[in-house]
């Protein structure tokens, strides 16, 4: 028996690959489906069943590339309906991967069609449960993306208490949780850096399992929910449809553009230009109007928070070697309109002597003394909780997640200070308003990391923030 977790830390999810006698499974697989063709074959192994524990919110799933490429069924659990062919598994139903036994747990409240395959080993003993959304290291899925008709996120939550009560909580406390996501995920609030863990330990430190009424669990759950990534409805409508093939979308993306075609396209096409560079290396020169999201952050869940239209024709600025790994990781959450990429990225820019903009970035004792000798303006771009947490008294709160609701009430002619926790947040944000027309954007290297330790003045969430109006 081999189990194998497979962990994407941008996207906070892990996919699986199970292994026994020369058959093999996968349970949530990404859109790019090379590697499990490549561990199977390796393996000498056939990859039999696709297993979907829900239809995903936060990533488009590669059930039906890695289908057509493998031959494998995808099996979804009772009350799933999709355009595609695929097996809606029977509560209970049983499923057989060499000497392994999958049995289909339908476990409904995250999504109703969610799904727990348990897997039991060879000598008949139940080993671990692959819960998806429905039970996480520390948390559980949040109850409010399926509301349909008169289906309220409480109603899902009662649901989702009774799936963990009557599915899960009666198994063995040595069975291994394998969850679909990790701390950093959307899906839950509060989720663990841990990856899996045994129920047991689950049932004494996880805040969800130990709610002993399901009105204490409803109201636990769904307090302090933020409103999901305007993404997640439409990924998972994708995952219901199918998807194009991710080889045709890097036929496409993978174009190589001089200056002067990039250029071009860019007003053609009213393409977004998105850089990826590292923030540190964007301020000090980019294209004019593009913006900045990071490759090495959680690059994925903010294009797709950011970026609202899924079908955008996009412009890539890369470091030299990361255009494909780019258009994949954006393809993970179904932007596959990729049109091109900078040849040489900026350098090549340059070298072309066109035009170069800037944001002035300054420390975080620079900033503390430009508060201490005038009045300024500086947003915060972390999420409410932790600005909640603590923020110092004269920042405005404005999460970089509503940026897009946010922007209309800025002056353009005013200047903004700008930070986060560490600084990848604040760089795309003040890219975002510079290519919006504000021209005096001032981003604080380090964040507040940086700046607590300057001894300007905290408070905490106990003391009332500055008015909201900008």
């Not at 093999?24 to 192994?45: C, N, Q, S």
């Not at 008949?124 to 692959?130: A, E, N, Q, Y």
């Not at 689950?202 to 769904?222: C, H, R, W």
Request: glycine fraction near 10%; charged fraction near 25%.
């Amino acid at each position: 028996m081999k189990i194998e977790q497979i962990y994407t830390g941008c996207l906070a999810e892990a996919a699986y690959y199970i292994e026994s006698e020369g058959e093999a499974a996968i349970v949530d697989p990404l859109r790019e489906v090379g590697t499990y063709l490549k561990k199977a074959e390796k393996a000498g192994a056939t990859i039999k069943y696709i297993f979907e524990t829900h239809f995903h919110a936060d990533f488009v799933s590669g059930h039906v590339d890695l289908a057509e490429k493998s031959g494998a069924e995808i099996i979804y659990g009772p009350t799933a309906k999709t355009e595609f062919k695929a097996h809606i598994a029977k509560d209970g139903e049983q499923f057989k991967i060499g000497s392994l036994t999958i049995t289909a747990l339908h476990t409904p409240g995250h999504t109703l069609e969610s799904t727990t395959y348990l897997l039991t080993d060879e000598n008949g003993k139940d080993h671990c449960i692959f819960s998806g959304d429905t039970l996480f290291i520390g948390d559980v899925g949040r109850p409010d993306l399926a509301q349909k008709g008169n289906l309220t996120m409480n109603d899902l939550a009662g649901m989702l208490y009774d799936s963990l009560n009557e599915k899960i909580k009666p198994l063995a406390d040595d069975v291994i949780v394998y969850p679909a996501h990790g701390a950093g995920s959307a899906c839950g609030k509060s989720m663990s850096k841990e990856t899996f863990d045994t129920l047991g330990h689950q049932k004494q430190v996880n805040y969800a399992l130990k709610a002993e009424t399901k009105e204490q669990f409803i109201a636990e759950v769904t307090n302090g929910i933020l409103p999901p990534p305007q993404y997640f409805a439409k990924n998972a409508a994708i995952n219901k449809g199918g998807v194009e093939s991710i080889d045709d979308i890097y036929e496409k993306g993978l174009n190589a553009l001089t200056p002067q075609q990039f250029e071009d396209l860019a007003n053609q096409k009213g393409a977004v230009m998105l850089d990826t560079r590292d923030p540190q290396v964007f301020t000090k020169g980019f294209i004019p109007n593009s913006i900045n999201i990071g490759l090495n952050g959680q690059f994925a869940p903010w294009v797709g928070a950011l970026i609202s239209d899924l079908q955008q024709p996009i412009l890539l600025i890369a470091d030299q070697g990361k255009e494909q790994e780019t258009i994949t990781r954006l393809t993970r959450v179904g932007y596959d309109n990729t049109i091109g990429y900078l040849d040489g990225s900026f350098e090549r820019w340059i070298d072309a002597g066109k035009e170069i903009d800037t944001i002035e970035t300054i420390s975080a004792d620079a900033f503390a003394a430009a508060a201490s000798n005038s009045e300024i303006t500086a947003l915060d771009v972390r999420k409410p909780g932790e600005y909640e947490a603590e923020h110092l008294e004269f920042t405005l709160s404005r999460p970089l997640d509503f940026i897009n609701d946010w922007t209309g009430e800025i002056d353009p002619k005013a200047t903004y200070y700008i930070h986060c926790a560490g600084g990848y947040r604040s760089m795309i944000a003040a890219s975002i308003l510079k290519s919006r027309g504000v021209e005096n954007v001032i981003d604080v290297a380090g964040g507040y990391g940086a700046i607590k330790n300057t001894g300007l003045k905290r408070t905490d969430f106990s003391c009332p923030s500055k008015a909201m109006k900008v």
